[in-house]
């Protein structure tokens, strides 16, 4: 699965409108690129110590 099919399964789930931007940000820190693999992003991302990948997301809203 690509980020960017993440991506949009979260919004769906998260019910956002076409004016809510949607950030995912790995550890915290790190953008990920939409074209990446959820696998890829869990091989480089992952916790050393309980090997989870901790994601987190925030919204805005934008005006087109």
């Keep these: 699965m690509t980020v960017n099919h993440f991506l949009l399964l979260l919004r769906d789930k998260l019910e956002l409108g076409p004016a809510d931007a949607f950030f995912l940000l790995v550890g915290g820190k790190y953008s990920i690129l939409g074209e990446q693999?959820?696998?890829?992003?869990?091989?480089?991302y992952k916790?050393?110590?309980d090997d989870f990948l901790y994601l987190m997301y925030s919204t805005e809203q934008v005006w087109g």
Excluded: G, H
């Design 47 to 49: 916790d050393p110590e």
């Design 37 to 44: 693999t959820m696998e890829e992003i869990y091989a480089k």
